[in-house]
């Protein structure tokens, strides 16, 4: 018994919170967010809830956790490549964002979901989020040979991108639906978008 005391090793704060938040991504990317529930997640983890609530007062602040960890992987994920023109990372890169909606598509659902809702939590969060997507969009645009001089006698570039990121929003959505578009559609279309906005 003894030496079974001695294998388990205590998790650290941050591996205790990576933990629940990995727990957290796997539920809400399997359901609605309406059907996880804080014990479930506390179950799975082979918690308490108590010490999750530790870790996240509300199920909303354990939720917009969860999806600012996985903005911060999609931006990641998405990441521009210096060096390489944009025409050839926009492929690439929506092909990493329409993926990430497909296989977290509950998630992605819920996160639209609560920003329309008003919960300042995860609005907090939905901004962050976005404007971290814009501003690697417009750094990778400022970057590149062939859009880089056009960036910068542009003013209205920055409100084009962040129209456009809502137009992948309502496409990545209504996919979600049923669309008969196949992902490589979809980022065609989304790519198209992008080039006839700057």
Not at 5 to 34: I, K
Not at 109 to 128: E, I, K, L, T
Not at 179 to 194: G, K, P, T
Request: hydrophobic share 40%; glycine share 6%; net charge neutral.
């Amino acid at each position: 018994m003894a030496a079974n005391q001695g294998a388990r090793r205590r998790l650290s704060t941050e591996e205790r919170r990576e933990q629940l938040l990995s727990v957290g991504e796997r539920l809400f990317s399997e359901s609605p967010y309406d059907e996880v529930w804080i014990e479930q997640v506390a179950e799975i983890a082979g918690v308490s809830r108590g010490l999750l609530y530790h870790y996240f007062p509300t199920k909303r602040d354990f939720f917009a956790a969860v999806v600012e960890r996985e903005s911060e992987r999609m931006l990641r994920m998405s990441a521009a490549v210096p060096g390489v023109p944009v025409r050839e990372q926009l492929a690439a890169g929506l092909d990493a964002y329409l993926e990430y909606v497909r296989t977290h598509a509950h998630g992605y659902r819920a996160f639209h979901r609560a920003d329309a809702s008003g919960d300042q939590s995860v609005r907090r969060v939905y901004r962050r989020a976005l404007a971290a997507q814009e501003r690697q969009i417009l750094a990778t645009l400022a970057a590149d040979p062939e859009f880089g001089p056009l960036a910068q006698t542009r003013p209205d570039l920055q409100l084009a991108v962040r129209g456009w990121l809502g137009f992948i929003t309502a496409v990545s959505l209504e996919w979600l639906r049923g669309s008969d578009l196949s992902r490589e559609q979809v980022r065609d279309l989304c790519a198209r978008a992008l080039l006839g906005v700057i």
